[in-house]
């Protein structure tokens, strides 16, 4: 960097002082605080986001969202040339540069850190990173900030692709560096066209049980209402009515995260919609739960959450694998069998786990967070993962695809309109409604209406897959929760010595009883979660954890 690119950045930072007293870490959500605070970071982000486009030599996404957090919150969070989360070898460095306390510290951060990671400022194409924000308020004038990073590092470009869902901007820097067109319209035409395909490879003489093609959708008053309204005019065969979609607080009594987590009708939904298959997104429509409203229930709900979203989509892709199988033998040396896999973290309900493997299907566990079921995912060549919370995508891998496509191609010559070539269509088909970058309520939500419609299920039949086993969670304040270290994705405590024996003895005592601990990322406690048969059992077999938990470690429980 030479001396009039660093007087650039020094006279960029001095606008942008960081907050005093405040301390921000980078995690899966980006940074995320009170919206007033973030202007210095979301300027930091920007210059970050510009260097990481200088050594990848591909555009970088910015995104200015705090999802499902209230109104006043904001964050900011970057995107790979993938189309997925930030690299975690980089947060280091953007939890270094957000918490920089004056202009000359953040400059020699990013001198030493460019020379470490050996980035180039002179001689390579201009850095470009994409810019996307939520409908936030606040979301302006961070955005005017975020620029102003991105500029400060000289030549850089940021575009900005204006009020979009989070799963689109990741989809946009994903096609911008296959070469595709990275435009809204592009998006929604890739969506609707492939969406049109598997509706038209639906079976014939299939009936709905239960439901016609009605969806009500709750859009949590944030942008994914909006999108949904405008491009539910481009799809066919699908009746939707979008409710919560601006008119009210932001993630207020609404929103996948909400309907979730309190197992309740989101606002504007009540006992006149009992029968009616239901969904709602998250605040910037990157989770997608569905639910049905109680008869004579006032607002109570029957959840469908993501665990069953996952058993829906592996059911489908199993069946579609199967039939394109058929009659190969894994002998042949022309046959190839797809390795298909789910990825679950240990809060996934036992019962759905338990589920997936009586269906015959390979299922693995990771740590807690996407980024961890994310990278598990993309070792098969087809690879599920959701989180219970809604949150989760289909990978496909590019081997597999481009073996798919030589099938296909194949099938179309020798056998159009056989069983197998219209297995191999919707596979392709799947893989490009989905947002393989990363979860997508959205496209989520269009792949579940097809299935549905596919199998002839209503959202009762659907639901009635598995029946969850009550669970509980609590957490237990600790002094020092880097005392408990786990193994086998936290299903173990290996740290302290004997916690997990007496644990196991607890768990014992309960018939299909599972429970486990695991530290927080962000706090001092130490989480517990507990399953068994009734709702008495599994709040018995939490408390009793949580006390060994305390005495273990001590310090009182929340």
């Known amino acids: 960097m030479n001396e009039k690119q660093q007087s650039l950045l020094l006279e960029s930072a001095a606008r942008f002082p960081p907050p005093k007293g405040v301390k921000l870490s980078y995690g899966t959500a980006g940074f995320r605080a009170d919206a007033s605070l973030l202007e210095s970071t979301v300027f930091r982000v920007g210059i970050l986001a510009a260097l990481r486009s200088l050594k990848t030599g591909s555009v970088i996404g910015l995104m200015i969202t705090a999802s499902h957090n209230q109104v006043s919150d904001n964050g900011v969070k970057v995107a790979d040339p993938s189309g997925g989360m930030l690299t975690q070898d980089w947060e280091p460095f953007a939890d270094a540069i957000a918490n920089a306390p004056d202009p000359h510290s953040l400059l020699q951060l990013i001198t030493e850190f460019a020379k470490e990671e050996d980035i180039v400022f002179e001689g390579r194409q201009p850095p470009e990173v994409l810019l996307g924000r939520d409908t936030r308020p606040s979301g302006e004038a961070l955005l005017d900030a975020a620029k102003q990073g991105i500029t400060s590092i000289v030549g850089a470009i940021g575009t900005d692709m204006g009020v979009v869902t989070t799963p689109q901007l990741h989809w946009m820097v994903r096609a911008r560096n296959r070469g595709i067109e990275a435009s809204e319209s592009s998006y929604f035409h890739q969506l609707s066209s492939s969406f049109r395909c598997l509706m038209d490879l639906k079976p014939e003489g299939i009936r709905k049980n239960g439901d016609d093609n009605a969806l009500v959708v709750d859009g949590a008053d944030g942008v994914g209402g909006e999108k949904l309204e405008h491009f539910k005019k481009m799809l066919t065969g699908l009746c939707i009515e979008v ?316």
Not at 288 to 295: A, D, R, W
Not at 323 to 348: R, W
Not at 379 to 404: P, V, W
Not at 449 to 478: A, F, T
């Open 243 to 558: 409710r919560n979609r601006g008119e009210g607080m932001l993630n207020e009594g609404v929103g996948a995260d909400y309907v979730q987590k309190e197992k309740v009708a989101p606002r504007g939904f009540g006992p006149a919609d009992a029968g009616l298959r239901c969904a709602s997104l998250d605040g910037d429509a990157d989770r997608l739960v569905y639910f049905s409203v109680i008869l004579n229930e006032s607002n109570k709900i029957e959840l469908v959450d993501g665990d069953k979203i996952l058993s829906l989509f592996a059911l489908f892709i199993k069946e579609q694998l199967s039939i394109l199988n058929d009659g190969e033998s894994k002998k042949d040396n022309d046959s190839y069998q797809a390795h298909l896999g789910v990825v679950q973290t240990a809060y996934a309900n036992g019962a759905s786990t338990d589920y997936l493997k009586e269906m015959g299907l390979e299922v693995v566990l990771t740590p807690t967070g996407v980024k961890y079921l994310h990278e598990k995912a993309a070792e098969f060549d087809i690879g599920i993962y959701f989180e219970a919370n809604g949150h989760g995508t289909i990978l496909f891998s590019e081997a597999y695809l481009c073996r798919l496509e030589s099938t296909h191609k194949t099938l179309l010559s020798t056998s159009e309109g056989s069983a197998k070539q219209k297995a191999a269509s919707r596979l392709l088909a799947v893989s490009q409604l989905i947002n393989q970058a990363v979860g997508d309520a959205l496209s989520g939500l269009l792949l579940v209406e097809v299935i549905l419609q596919y199998m002839g299920w209503s959202i009762c039949r659907w639901n009635e897959l598995y029946h969850d086993l009550p669970s509980r969670q609590l957490k237990v304040k600790v002094g020092d929760r880097t005392a408990v270290v786990t193994a086998n994705a936290e299903t173990v405590a290996v740290q302290p010595v004997g916690i997990q024996e007496a644990i196991n003895t607890e768990i014992a005592k309960y018939p299909r009883g599972r429970c486990f601990i695991r530290p927080s990322g962000t706090e001092d406690v130490v989480r517990v979660y507990a399953e068994a048969t009734t709702q008495d059992a599994a709040d018995a077999l939490a408390s009793s954890v949580a006390r060994l938990v305390d005495q273990y470690l001590g310090s009182g429980s929340a």
